[in-house]
Structures are given as structure tokens and as C-alpha cells.
């Protein structure tokens, strides 16, 4: 079977949630996505860098409900990817200083990440991918990923100066 078009990239992602202002609040007031649009009380579209949307949030069929119990199927998380080291750092202070837990991190050689949950219990990878020519290989060439730590402390070293 012939792979998809190498340029081909996943659009938007759009969860349901149980309290849409909540939801606003960190997607939003913590990760700094832009409101493009609400619909009232039931929907709210938010993007990066005024796009049309890079994530939808609803209440549609889950306004207060619960998140998916353990050991079920369902999203995993949703990966957002900054343009560099800096923003990841940037990331990662407005998590902290919303008092988010920081759920993981990990050095994966093709990339660094954080990991934190929404407040709906989604999970929600942060992350800066390394240049594809520094990306592990064997000797055949193929991608040798690893789970090494990520110095966090470091890491917020370079953030840039926060804008208050």
C-alpha cells in the first residue's frame, strides 16, 4: 500500500469535556491557545498564531461527566509541538506556576517532552522535536528512540522573560 502524502498533517484535535470554562481556563489561561470562536456555552474553538483552530473543545455530549476510567480505550494524549527549546521552556513555567502537575518528562532523542493532564483527565504531551539530522539511528539506519530524563530545571533556564 502506497503511504500518505509526506506533507499530509493531522489538522486539529477536538475533545469533549465536562466544563467548557474550565477547559478555557487551561488550554487557554495556562497554554496561552487564542479563543477564535465560542459558541455560546457549548463549544469554543482555539489556535496558535490566529489559525482557524488547532483544537476544539465541547460539552455536546459530556457536560459534566467524568473522565475515562483507567485500563479503557480512548485518547491517549494530545501532543503540541513549539517552535523551539525556548517555548517548551516557556510551557513548562506556565504549568508550574498554575500549579499543574508535571506528570512526566522524557528525553525521547527525536524530541523532549513534558507530560500534564487537562483538567478533564487528558492527557497532554508538550513538546520540541530535535532536528531530523540529530535523530538516533542504528546502523542501518533506522530510529532508535530512547526515554532518557529531561533536566526540567535546565530546561526553564531558557525560557524567556515572562510578559506580566
Given at each position: 500500500m502506497k503511504p500518505v502524502h509526506p506533507q499530509t498533517r493531522i489538522g486539529h484535535v477536538h475533545l469533549k469535556v465536562a466544563d467548557l470554562d474550565r477547559a478555557i481556563a487551561f488550554y487557554s489561561g495556562v497554554l496561552g491557545f487564542e479563543v477564535q470562536q465560542r459558541y455560546g456555552t457549548q463549544a469554543v474553538f482555539l489556535s496558535a498564531g490566529g489559525y482557524h483552530h488547532h483544537l476544539g473543545?465541547?460539552?455536546?455530549?459530556?457536560?459534566?461527566?467524568?473522565?475515562?476510567?483507567?485500563?479503557?480505550?480512548?485518547?491517549?494524549?494530545?501532543?503540541?509541538?513549539?517552535?523551539?527549546?525556548?517555548?517548551?521552556?516557556?510551557?513548562?513555567?506556565?504549568v508550574i506556576e498554575a500549579g499543574i502537575p508535571i506528570e512526566g518528562a522524557a528525553d525521547h532523542g527525536v524530541s523532549e517532552a513534558i507530560y500534564v493532564s487537562d483538567p478533564d483527565g487528558n492527557?497532554?504531551?508538550?513538546?520540541?522535536?530535535?532536528?531530523?539530522?540529530?535523530?538516533?539511528?542504528?546502523?542501518?539506519?533506522?530510529?532508535?528512540?530512547?526515554?532518557?530524563?529531561?533536566?526540567?530545571?535546565?530546561?526553564?533556564?531558557?525560557?524567556?522573560a515572562s510578559v506580566q
Open positions: 473543545l465541547n460539552t455536546w455530549e459530556s457536560r459534566g461527566g467524568t473522565p475515562a476510567p483507567k485500563g479503557h480505550t480512548g485518547l491517549y494524549h494530545t501532543a503540541f509541538l513549539y517552535p523551539d527549546r525556548a517555548q517548551l521552556a516557556d510551557a513548562l513555567r506556565r492527557g497532554v504531551e508538550l513538546y520540541v522535536d530535535r532536528p531530523k539530522a540529530e535523530w538516533p539511528r542504528d546502523a542501518d539506519g533506522n530510529l532508535t528512540m530512547v526515554n532518557d530524563p529531561v533536566d526540567l530545571d535546565a530546561l526553564l533556564a531558557e525560557a524567556p
